[in-house]
């Protein structure tokens, strides 16, 4: 083995992590194809964790020891796979809940307000006194919120100082302030604007299918700020074009980046491309946990951040 100890970052866009790893360990890139021989070197993996990790890759490296998640959602890793193994995962938990939480309401704002269509308006040339938007109030607006925790709370918050009502629901009943629907789709049907904020596994895929949108309406926001495959995005693409939906506002896709051409004559649209956890704070303090736990593992102390059980 090297003298120091090997890692190896699996996704392109991590590729600037290199700067604050290769101090201290060696450093590989999965897409520049290291050497057959960096496989018994390698320790710890560096990924982002809504992106698939391929298990054969893992059986293919026999010294690994960590799993180390950058991000704080773990989604693409089979976390009960690695545990049989022996195989530790961590991630970057309570670091980016509440700049996703302000990426939501903005998203709220761009599309119940128009603020994209507005600035298209007024670039094209289009803003005349006739012309003028008249967009609906976000006070008395009814916020349903699908999962209650950081992100969801943080969400209700914000909600409630722009007026807006606010309820939830959640597979589980937790002890917070904000009423509780008995059923997601009692959650729809009584809700102008649905977030999603929950986690995403295999259990919860395709969560908000044709049912719960249908549920919504045709004067509704469906907004997704959790992973895109938590939402049936054919069905909602559908739902957009035959106006059984009012509208979507979407930072995450099943598929990432997403195709644009799938969504050019979608009506009704705001769409960022993830980027609503990605500030500059919340990205020094991923690195921050990322580090720590790197260096606990090769002290041999305790991990900072394991992923829960």
Not at 123 to 145: C, D, Q, Y
Request: hydrophobic share 45%; proline share 6%; net charge negative.
């Amino acid at each position: 083995m090297t003298q120091r100890p090997a890692v190896l970052i699996m996704q392109r866009h991590l590729a600037p992590l290199t700067g604050f790893l290769e101090s201290t360990y060696d450093v590989y890139r999965f897409w520049e194809h290291p050497p057959v021989e960096a496989e018994r070197d390698i320790q710890a993996l560096v990924v982002a964790g809504e992106f698939p990790l391929d298990t054969a890759l893992i059986e293919r490296l026999p010294s690994l020891r960590l799993i180390a998640c950058f991000t704080s959602g773990y989604d693409g890793i089979d976390v009960g796979w690695c545990r049989a193994r022996g195989l530790p995962v961590t991630h970057a938990p309570a670091v980016n809940h509440e700049d996703v939480a302000d990426h939501a309401i903005g998203l709220i704002l761009a599309s119940r307000r128009r603020l994209v269509e507005g600035d298209r308006t007024l670039r094209s040339g289009g803003w005349t006194p006739e012309a003028r938007l008249i967009t609906p109030s976000l006070k008395g607006a009814r916020v349903g919120i699908v999962g209650m925790g950081l992100i969801g709370q943080a969400v209700a918050v914000r909600a409630e100082a722009l007026r807006m009502a606010v309820q939830w629901w959640g597979p589980r009943p937790k002890d917070v302030e904000w009423p509780r629907a008995e059923t997601l789709l009692e959650l729809a049907r009584g809700s102008d604007v649905l977030v999603v904020a929950c986690k995403a596994d295999d259990d919860n895929r395709g969560l908000i299918d044709a049912e719960v949108i249908a549920a919504l309406g045709s004067s509704g926001l469906l907004v997704n700020v959790a992973r895109g495959s938590l939402v049936d995005e054919d069905a909602l693409i559908e739902a957009l074009k035959t106006g059984t939906l009012g509208a979507a506002a979407l930072d995450v896709y099943e598929d990432e980046p997403t195709d644009p051409a799938r969504w050019a004559d979608v009506p009704n649209t705001v769409l960022t491309p993830h980027t609503g956890g990605a500030t500059t704070e919340s990205v020094q303090g991923m690195l921050m946990l990322l580090m720590q736990n790197m260096a606990a593992l090769f002290a041999h102390q305790p991990l900072v951040t394991p992923v829960p059980d």
